[in-house]
């Protein structure tokens, strides 16, 4: 069975929550992911939009605040089909403009070894790519030092690559994107992580900001791809060759049912491989 990935921006409390949340469950339940990464998620004691989304589903979910707002905490969360055996937050560089941005990391018991999973949400003003470039260094410094490190016991399977999604407001030939994907250096820094939708999507734009859907046409910006799932490299020339790739994505959460759409957002599904392709007919020298 692939890991099944999700990410969505919930677009908080806005619009017609109660009809969004059971059009934001109706996707859940059909996709069946096995990670979530959800963004602007208001959640305060007793009361989670992402645990209110998944109730009776038997989730784990983890949250981390960015901001304080109207009486709820306001940023991220990771969903979890599986145990979260760990979890850590950082608060992302503010930039020249500060509006409260944050990442949460969750490392997860999977079937197939220990998983790095990261949901973040990067500053949204279409000019301001000097706050996100600083904000994508130090989400990739976060998530590589989060990622499973090996161990005797579990040598192969802890070799998972770490997962990062979220809404990153940056198209993908802006610089911050060019980065995550190894396109582009920062201050004298490279980092690279896959793009699922490049790798395995279907050729297309790949819009998640689109004046198809109502609820994102009224902010008078133009179609875009702005939500990501990034997965780092694939198992290579291992006993678990392969373990990691990615073998499908498509957008997702993009119907309207009577006038209603899950979100302003629509969200993005992947699919990684998590059995070996089995041992290659050569190697790598």
Not at 10 to 26: C, K, Q, T, Y
Not at 47 to 69: P, T
Not at 75 to 100: F, K, Q, Y
């Amino acid at each position: 069975m692939p890991l099944r990935v999700l990410s969505l921006n919930l677009w908080n409390h806005s619009g017609p929550w109660d009809r969004r949340r059971a059009r934001v469950r109706e996707w859940v339940d059909d996709l069946e992911p096995d990670v979530i990464g959800f963004q602007e998620v208001y959640y305060r004691d007793g009361y989670s939009m992402a645990a209110e989304i998944c109730d009776g589903l038997g989730y784990g979910i983890e949250h981390a605040s960015a901001i304080e707002y109207e009486g709820y905490r306001f940023g991220n969360a990771v969903v979890s089909r599986w145990p979260i055996i760990d979890v850590a937050s950082i608060t992302l560089p503010a930039g020249e403009r500060t509006e409260g941005r944050c990442a949460v990391n969750a490392t997860i018991d999977a079937p197939f070894g220990e998983l790095s999973f990261t949901s973040t949400h990067l500053n949204w003003k279409l000019h301001d790519g000097r706050s996100r470039e600083l904000q994508v260094q130090a989400l990739a410094d976060f998530v590589i030092s989060r990622r499973p490190r090996a161990t005797p016991e579990r040598s192969g399977a802890s070799g998972f690559p770490p997962v990062v999604v979220g809404d990153f407001n940056a198209e993908p030939d802006s610089d911050e994107i060019r980065f995550m994907s190894g396109f582009h250096s920062l201050d004298g820094r490279s980092v690279m992580f896959y793009d699922a939708w490049r790798v395995a999507g279907d050729g297309g734009p790949g819009t998640t900001w689109s004046n198809r859907n109502d609820f994102a046409s009224v902010a008078l910006e133009p179609d875009r791809r702005i939500d990501y799932i990034f997965v780092g490299y694939p198992r290579r020339m291992t006993e678990d060759h392969g373990v990691g790739k990615i073998e499908a994505c498509r957008v997702v959460c993009d119907d309207e049912v009577d006038g209603v759409w899950p979100s302003d957002h629509f969200g993005v599904y992947a699919e990684l491989r998590t059995e070996p392709l089995g041992k290659p007919r050569w190697t790598m020298s």
